[in-house]
Nanobody, 124 residues
Framework: VQLQASGGGLVQAGGSLRLSCAAS????????VAWFRQAPGKEREFAGA????????RYAESVKGRFTISRDSAKNTVYLQMNSLKPEDTAVYYC??????????????????WGQGTQVTVSS
């Protein structure tokens, strides 16, 4: 399975970006697809996740109300819509797939395929 994350870039504070995570070699159908992020000098942290079947989502408190995860079955792609971006959202964003239960969506060790990451930089 290969995951391809894309859509990162440079944006001013208050702006928006949409990240995409596409899978090749396997459908997302049986998985939870998560977005994690890692800022320079910091540990990787959970941003949000969606269960492909049923669409259940969960978000980190730091992004709740600003970020939205959605999926496109026809394209086998998951999106992370990021609005009202802040400089502290600057990080490399990774998508990953696994089968955690809802309460464990934020545990990175439960995801076994990871994309290569896409850089998001928010200027003040």
């Amino acid at each position: 399975v290969q995951l391809q994350a894309s859509g990162g870039g440079l944006v001013q504070a208050g702006g928006s970006l949409r990240l995409s995570c596409a899978a090749s070699g396997r459908s997302f159908r049986d998985y939870v697809v998560a977005w994690f992020r890692q800022a320079p000098g910091k540990e990787r942290e959970f941003a949000g996740a969606i269960k492909w079947s049923g669409g259940t989502t969960r978000y980190a408190e730091s992004v709740k109300g600003r970020f939205t995860i959605s999926r496109d079955s026809a394209k086998n792609t998951v999106y992370l819509q990021m609005n009202s971006l802040k400089p502290e959202d600057t990080a490399v964003y990774y998508c990953a797939i696994g089968r955690p239960i809802l309460s464990a969506y934020d545990q990175s060790n439960l995801y076994y395929y990871w994309g290569q990451g896409t850089q998001v930089t928010v200027s003040s």
